[in-house]
């Protein structure tokens, strides 16, 4: 199975502060590459899908980029409703796979 | 609306059986590939098993292959997964989750979940 792996576990950043998420694939994903934003006792939500699309309704602070193996996440100005954990999942082999998670934290 | 609603979660014994249901409405059923995914208490999330509209192609993951067991009812909407030798570490939320388009790989749509609690 492909082993996804997000860094940093956990990343604290201030309110209007960039954050970027890292994803990487132990093989090639080509692009089937999603992230997930997950908030507690909320079901998860689909930011971006293909690497590199923002899903409906997702503003366009979120932005993925990345092929491959290596992807990322930028929220180019957190804002409070922003922390939470996201999870990148990989959709172009079976199993599907998520990464362990990176919790955004406010600092 | 679509909606997702999970069912059948509780606590059952180690090396017990569970049956989880997801109903589903807002979209149509049939034609719409169905994922079952979960979280235990302190962890990620953990992709389990996916089923086309027809039943025809089914998945699962390593963890959980030769115990758990994925169905569909198309004429009941509804969506299981049969869970069999349970363990402690099957202790999670279930959720079921569809994609947008019918033929879709994604989980965008995702039920509230279900509690599972394998515990003796």
């Known amino acids: 199975e492909i082993v996804m792996t997000q860094s940093p576990a956990t990343l604290s950043v201030s309110p209007g502060e960039r954050a970027t998420l890292s994803c990487r694939a132990s093989?090639?994903?080509?692009?089937?590459l999603a992230w997930y934003q997950h908030k507690p006792g909320q079901a998860p939500r689909v930011l971006i899908y293909g690497a590199s699309t923002r899903a409906t309704g997702i503003p366009a602070r979120f932005s993925g980029s990345g092929s491959g193996t290596e992807f990322t996440l930028t929220i180019s100005s957190l804002q409070s409703e922003d922390f939470a954990v996201y999870y990148c999942?990989?959709?172009?082999?079976?199993?599907?796979?998520f990464g362990q998670g990176t919790k955004v934290e406010v600092k | 609306e679509v909606q997702l609603v999970e069912s059948g979660g509780g606590l059952v014994q180690p090396g017990g059986s569970l049956t989880l249901s997801c109903a589903a409405s807002g979209f149509i059923f049939s034609s719409h590939n169905m994922h079952w995914v979960r979280q235990a208490p302190g962890r990620g999330l953990e992709w389990l098993s996916f089923i086309s509209p027809t039943g025809n192609v089914i998945h699962y993951a390593d963890s959980v292959k030769g115990r758990f067991t994925i169905s569909r009812d198309s004429a009941k909407s509804a969506l299981y997964l049969q869970m069999d030798s349970l363990r402690a570490e099957d202790t999670a939320v279930y959720y079921c989750a569809t994609p947008l388009n019918p033929t879709g790989d994604l989980c965008f749509y995702w039920g509230q979940g279900t509690l599972v609690t394998v515990s003796s």
């Open positions: 999942q990989q959709y172009n082999n079976w199993p599907r796979t």
């Open positions: 093989q090639s994903v080509s692009s089937d």
